[in-house]
């Protein structure tokens, strides 16, 4: 069975700092490239940032670039998005999602794991 599971949130004072872990299931991220995006209340979801199916390649958005950092382990099957110098604004339900080589859309997304920043 086909599985992204998310964890790593919580709640946090701003400045802190948290580690968000993508653990896959089912398949191998040897593959795939890995998208992490955001969705705060009231809000579109939010394009935060992507790697590459090989790590070479990453791409953050521009209201966390210098402050995020996504990583992925292929032979532990799982991805990370390191956070850093959080803010308020960075609250919200954060999902992992998968992208096959060539493919346009990603394939596969977890449940989210929720991030609060308090000020």
């Known amino acids: 069975q086909v599985q992204l599971v998310e964890s790593g949130g919580g709640l946090v004072q701003t400045g802190n700092s948290l580690r968000l872990s993508c653990a896959a299931s089912g398949f191998t991220l040897t593959n795939y490239g890995v998208g992490w995006f955001r969705q705060a209340p009231g809000k579109e979801r939010e394009f935060v940032a992507r790697?590459?199916?090989?790590?070479?390649?990453?791409g953050y958005g521009d209201s966390v670039k210098g402050r995020f950092t996504i990583s992925k382990d292929n032979a532990k099957n799982m991805a990370y998005l390191q956070m850093i110098s959080l803010k308020p604004e960075d609250t919200a339900v954060y999902y992992c999602?998968?992208?096959?080589?060539?493919?346009?859309?990603?394939?596969?997304w977890g449940q989210g794991t929720q991030v609060t920043v308090s000020s």
């Open positions: 999602a998968v992208q096959r080589i060539g493919a346009a859309l990603y394939e596969y």
């Open positions: 790697i590459n199916w090989s790590g070479g390649f990453t």
